[in-house]
């Protein structure tokens, strides 16, 4: 009976109950490493001005997905830096899994766009379809397509009951995941 209070008194004095309700965190018992999550905030925040000055070149499109890439990756790091400090709180676990999922979306955005642009500058002979752009859309429309997956499996994960529901959801995220890398490999060969 006595380890039972102990054990209470130390998990309320770390933050795991809150009202008299346990909290579970979403990390499940690991912490986000501070000095690393500063660092990708720093690298990702001079990238994002850098990506900001090839709006000077007038390179809209690309310069475009990437200021939003980075702006998703700043925001993500802020949350992985803030969950450092309380692990069960929900807002920054959604905030760093949000951005940091959907940013590389973006980035592969203006990347599809360019291979459109070199196949104009190198000529058609490199394109295996007629019209150039049709490849951005193609590439664009799976990105949009594994985000969506990603989304319903994030869904389904976040309002599942039981343990089952959550891993089917789960399962349901890294297929969204595994699209999108799919497409990237398709788009790099």
Known sequence: MMVDFVQAASRAANGQFIDGVEQVSPYHGMVP??????????????LLALQTSML????????????????MEVIGYIGRVMSHYNVYKMDPFLMQMVCLTIAPVFTMGGIYYQLAKLIEIFGHRFSLLSSPIAYSYIFLGCDIVSLVIQAVGGGASASADGESASTVGAN????????????MAVFMA
């Open 172 to 183: 349901i995220f890294i297929a969204g995941l595994a699209t999108q890398v799919a497409s």
């Open 33 to 46: 490493n501070l000095a690393f999550n500063i660092a990708m905030l720093v690298i990702w925040s001079l």
């Open 56 to 71: 000077w070149w007038k390179q809209y499109w690309i310069s475009t997905a990437f200021i939003c890439a980075g702006i």
